[in-house]
């Protein structure tokens, strides 16, 4: 599988084209570097599978949640 990868973030986008922007940094300015990844086995789409039943999982028990106030460390 044909892989791009941006030189300023490291996001990897799949694709035979070379993107014309990054969708992660949003740098039209971006170099892309083409490189060849192997397709994931059947163990890799397996694993995939299993941790994405994790997570919804895991967002049902947040579902009703107040969501946390976010405080850094700089902050009184």
Do not use: H
Request: net charge negative.
């Amino acid at each position: 599988m044909k892989v791009w990868l941006c030189d300023k973030c490291g996001c990897e986008i799949q694709g035979s084209k070379k993107p014309s922007a990054c969708p992660l940094c949003q740098r039209n300015i971006s170099d892309f570097i083409e490189i060849e990844k192997k397709d994931p086995s059947k163990e890799d789409k397996e694993m995939t599978k299993k941790y994405e039943e994790v997570i919804d999982t895991l967002d049902k028990y947040t579902k009703d949640c107040e969501p946390e106030k976010v405080v850094y460390s700089v902050e009184d």
